[in-house]
């Protein structure tokens, strides 16, 4: 089991910075692979990124490549997103993810994959 706490949301103009992190509980979360989520209202859930429990792989939406960077902490269970030169279509409530996968190269874009989610912290860019 895995226990997912998202922070760091919050309210900024468009093209400044936020960093959302998420606190994982579980003594095997470097087994996880994990993954950062958003929703936006009326829209559907659409993957930001994905990581590999050993950090060698990592995928990003085309629509933040180069301005989202993910990156994961086994020995302190936490995941982050740096998220610079945001935009109003950034907004959305973000959610981080896991799924177990035995192999430390295991990454997914697809949200089906992963079992265990946050509850979510929103974003606001302002124009």
């Known amino acids: 089991q895995v226990q997912l706490v998202e922070s760091g949301g919050g309210l900024v103009q468009a093209g400044g910075s936020l960093r959302v992190s998420c606190a994982a509980s579980?003594?095997?979360?470097?087994?996880?692979?994990m993954g950062w989520f958003r929703q936006a209202p009326g829209k559907e859930r659409e993957v930001v990124a994905g990581?590999?429990?050993?950090?060698?792989?990592?995928v990003y939406a085309d629509s933040v490549k180069g301005r989202f960077t993910m990156s994961r902490d086994n020995a302190q269970n936490t995941v982050t997103l740096p998220m610079n030169s945001l935009n109003p279509e950034d907004t959305a409530v973000y959610s981080c993810?896991?799924?177990?996968?035995?192999?430390?190269?295991?990454?997914?874009?697809?949200?089906?994959?992963?079992?265990?989610w946050g509850q979510g912290t929103q974003v606001t860019v302002s124009s």
């Open positions: 579980g003594r095997t979360f470097s087994s996880y692979a």
């Open positions: 990581r590999s429990w050993g950090g060698s792989s990592t």
């Open positions: 993810a896991a799924y177990s996968c035995p192999l430390s190269g295991c990454y997914s874009s697809r949200a089906e994959d992963y079992n265990y």
